[in-house]
């Protein structure tokens, strides 16, 4: 008697999986069809992305090779287009390539094109910081010192990763400019800090020699 029971209950279970499938199949097809054509896109969009990562990869290696072969037009060039049309990091990359490159025989356009980076928020926070340390380089034998501390003083912060090289640059600048309230006021500030590298130490331990300031130790 039981298995009587077991073979209807059975077969009201294949008649209402039945009606629902009749009802709902298409749906589940076409959520099928969907899953996996949007899965084909998102793995053909990897593969794309890491083409062109690669290609980009390649045409920065190769004008790296250019710079460093002696062929500065040619490596400029390179990284220009790069820059106009490569992808996400590379293209950054090539912008403070061609930067350094145009600064060897222009230092103010050089200095206009690391600005450009620097005030370029997608560029990203740590590109953008590293720009505002190399134009602030190629100006520190020339602009004045209020200017250098406008452009330094916020990367001198104890969080920021360039603080060294910032506060070494507002150290010169300082002493170019015969201030010897600034130029102790960053020689203090560099020997006080543990993380300051030792290299850095040694050129600072210099400046300060030079500069007469034999107290910014104590």
């Known amino acids: ?20 499938w009749n009802r709902y199949g298409n749906f589940v097809i076409a959520a099928a ?7 084909g896109a998102w793995r053909g969009y990897q593969w794309w992305e890491a083409k062109k990562a690669a290609e980009a990869g ?9 710079a460093d072969t002696g062929k500065p037009a040619e490596a400029e060039a390179a990284f220009a287009r790069l820059a106009t049309q490569g992808p996400g990091t590379y293209r950054v990359l090539a912008r403070i390539r061609e930067a350094a490159i145009l600064a060897q025989r222009d230092p103010k356009a050089a200095v206009a094109a690391y600005d450009a980076i620097a ?6 926070k740590s590109f953008q910081d590293l720009a505002a340390i190399r134009a602030a380089a190629l100006l520190v034998d020339t602009a004045p010192l209020a200017e250098m501390a406008q ?27 015969g201030d ?33 300031d034999n107290t910014a130790k104590g």
């Open 58 to 66: 390649a045409a920065f290696d190769s004008a790296v090779e250019l």
């Open 33 to 39: 069809v969907i899953l996996v054509l949007g899965v």
């Open 119 to 124: 005030n370029d928020s997608s560029a990203g």
């Open 180 to 212: 010897k309230v600034a130029a102790k006021k960053w020689f203090d500030m560099i020997e006080s800090d543990p993380e300051t590298p030792q290299s850095l130490r040694g050129r600072i331990d210099i400046l300060m020699t030079l500069s007469g």
């Open 1 to 20: 008697m039981s298995d009587i029971f077991q073979e209807v209950d059975e077969e009201v279970r294949r008649e209402r999986l039945m009606q629902l």
């Open 151 to 177: 452009r330094l003083e916020p990367l001198t912060k104890p969080d920021s990763p360039f603080r060294h090289s910032a506060r070494e640059l507002l150290a010169l600048a300082a002493f170019k400019a």
